[in-house]
């Protein structure tokens, strides 16, 4: 399968513990999206990388999160001190184009849902 | 501040009926609208969008209809699947030229009965 891959698929972490997160988007993707999803919510913005420059990180909710996609493929989200209101699915996205238009379709991971105790 | 909302947590239709789902935006400026179908367990996947220039757009089994004086946007599924049975994502976009971040709104869940 080629699609979006996302490790681990659940995380326990205790309070205080750091944490990362992987994607591996669609082979040739240029965009990558990372988004937070809380129980009972949509999926809301984190933060953009078109190849390996973050050209938004605008919903990134506090310093403690940190995103990094050092060679344009492979992406990694990580949370420093976990705190339990970080507890949520995080969803990774790839599209192939920098733009959105209606051929370039957002394509989801599974997500890794973390919850911190 | 919700910019996109879905008031109906959930929705249950018959086998063969059609299923309206219905979202409500405060944003004028999105250029898109999109519905993502979600599975447990697994990411959501895109189903149908829209521009905000049209006020139709149909594939197959799905249409969806948006009117942007309502601000106010449905998909409809007819005839409705049991395999359609998953939480239904509204979603928006806007042109900023960069970042093509959507905005979500909370879901509604739909069940198929048989």
């Known amino acids: 399968g080629a699609g979006v891959s996302q490790s681990p698929r659940y995380k326990v972490a205790k309070r205080g513990q750091d944490v990362a997160l992987r994607c591996d988007p669609i082979?040739?993707?240029?965009?990558l999206f990372w988004y937070q999803q809380a129980l009972g919510q949509g999926p809301e913005f984190l933060t953009y990388?078109?190849?390996?420059?973050?050209?938004?990180k605008s919903g990134l909710p506090s310093d403690r999160f940190f995103a990094e996609r050092p060679e344009g493929s492979v992406s990694t989200l990580k949370i420093q001190r976990t705190q339990q209101e970080d507890s949520a699915v995080y969803l990774c996205?790839?599209?192939?184009?920098?733009?959105?238009?209606?051929?370039?379709?957002?394509?989801f991971g599974p997500g890794t849902r973390l919850t911190v105790l | 501040d919700q910019q996109v909302k879905q008031n109906s947590p959930s929705l249950s239709v018959q086998e063969g009926r059609i299923s309206i789902l219905n979202c409500d935006y405060t944003?004028?400026?999105?250029?898109?609208f999109l519905w993502y179908k979600k599975y447990p367990a697994e990411g959501p996947t895109f189903l149908i969008s829209?521009?905000?220039?049209?006020d139709k757009n149909e594939d197959g089994r799905f249409t969806v209809f948006l009117n942007k004086s309502a601000k106010h946007l449905s998909l409809h599924i007819v005839p409705s699947q049991p395999g359609d049975s998953a939480v239904y994502f509204c979603a928006a976009y806007r042109n900023t030229g960069t970042a093509s971040k959507l905005t979500f709104g909370t879901g509604t869940r739909l069940q198929v009965t048989l």
């Open positions: 996205a790839s599209s192939l184009l920098p733009r959105y238009d209606t051929d370039n379709e957002q394509f």
């Open positions: 829209i521009s905000s220039i049209k």
């Open positions: 944003n004028s400026m999105f250029d898109y």
């Open positions: 082979s040739g993707h240029v965009s």
């Open positions: 990388f078109q190849n390996e420059a973050q050209l938004d």
